[in-house]
Structure formats: structure tokens, C-alpha cells
């Protein structure tokens, strides 16, 4: 068997998610204002002319990243929206769900929020998705302005500081969070970072 032949033909056969997958990593890795078409074809071992057979260009790769990302969380949100009106306590329950499944979703899908974290918004792209970014802090937010409007907060504590302060630990994750064999699951950070948070906000 030709090896050379062998391993070209490997080589092509990439998916958009396959490709999607190898993209989001070299962004990561290189940042994405400097990752060329170039770097993306050597690390998927595919030409550019192959690249552009799934998409047009590296802002499509990015605007797929980061929607990965977004898409998730907002469903999250979405489904615990559906959950009103609640009782006083059951607001801070529901804070408290949005933590935890922002922490899953960070955790199953680590490559693509790693990249919406790391945006500068250089691009239209860029931009968007930090619009998008800042829609879900905002709905977040508004989860602890209710919790606190219920009375079910600390009184000490301003619901918009503890609101940015309890999503930018939930973000903070993605700095030192790595996965594998014998590694913590997404269930089990979820659940630290939400008794760490809750035992502190739960007015007593």
C-alpha cells in the first residue's frame, strides 16, 4: 500500500464539525487575529482550497465557535425562564441552576468558550458574538436582581456586583480547568463552584 496515498486520503476527509473542531483549537492556541488560512490548512493536513469546499473563510470558523457557546447557554436560560413565577425561595434556586448548568456547559464545551472568553472584537464577527456575550450577562443578572427583589439575598451585598462577581468565577474556570482521565467531571466543578457561591449568598 502506497503510505502517501494512504495518509492523503485520510486526510480529507473532514466534516464541517471535524474541521470546526481543528479550527476552534488553533484559535486557541494562536489567538485568532493571528491564525492564517495557512496555519488552519497545516493543522488539519488538508490544502486551503479544502478549507474553503466547507466554509468561506476563518471568520465563518469563528462565527461557528462561538455560536457553539452562546447557543448553549442561552438555551439554559431559556428552559429556566420557562420556570416562572416561582415562589420568593424558588428564585434563588433558579440563580442558583444557572450557575451550575453555566459551569456544564463550560466544562463540556471548554475549546468553544474558551474562544467567546478570548474575542477582542476586531472583527464583525468578534463583535456579534460579544453583543450576544453581553445579552446573556444581562438575562444572568436579571436571575439576582429578582433573588434579591424576592428578598432571598444577602441585604449587605449589591445584586449587579454580586452577579458580576459570581459569573466572572464561573469564568474563571476556563484558565485552569483541563479535562481527562482522573480529572474532575462537569457535574463535580458545577457543584463546587455552586455551594462555594450559594453558601455565601443565601440570606441566613
Known amino acids: 500500500m502506497n503510505t502517501e496515498t494512504s495518509t492523503s486520503s485520510r486526510r480529507t476527509t473532514y466534516t464541517p464539525d471535524s474541521l470546526l ?6 484559535f486557541n492556541d494562536r489567538g485568532y487575529d493571528g491564525t492564517s488560512m495557512e496555519d488552519l490548512a497545516r493543522a488539519a493536513g488538508i490544502t486551503k482550497s ?13 462565527t461557528r465557535g462561538v455560536n457553539r457557546a452562546l447557543d448553549a447557554l442561552n438555551a439554559s436560560l431559556d428552559a429556566l425562564d420557562t420556570l416562572e413565577p416561582l415562589p420568593d ?14 459551569v456544564q456547559i463550560l466544562v463540556e464545551e471548554l475549546p468553544y468558550v474558551t474562544l467567546l472568553l478570548r474575542v477582542r472584537g476586531n472583527t ?33 451585598l449589591d445584586p449587579h456586583l454580586a452577579s458580576r462577581l459570581v459569573f466572572g468565577m464561573v469564568n474563571s474556570v476556563v484558565e485552569w480547568y483541563r479535562p481527562g482521565p482522573g480529572r ?6 458545577a457543584s463546587a463552584v455552586t455551594h462555594l457561591v450559594f453558601d455565601g449568598l443565601r440570606r441566613r
Open 89 to 102: 425561595a424558588g428564585e434563588l434556586d433558579r440563580v442558583e441552576q444557572a450557575v451550575f448548568r453555566a
Open 184 to 189: 474532575w467531571s462537569a457535574d463535580d466543578v
Open 50 to 62: 479544502s478549507i474553503y469546499h466547507h466554509v468561506k473563510g476563518k471568520e465563518e470558523l469563528l
Open 124 to 156: 464583525e464577527a468578534e463583535r456579534a458574538a460579544q453583543d450576544r456575550r453581553r445579552e446573556i450577562d444581562r438575562r444572568l443578572a436579571g436571575f439576582v436582581e429578582r433573588a434579591a427583589a424576592a428578598g432571598v439575598l444577602r441585604t449587605d
Open 21 to 26: 473542531e481543528v479550527a476552534v483549537a488553533v
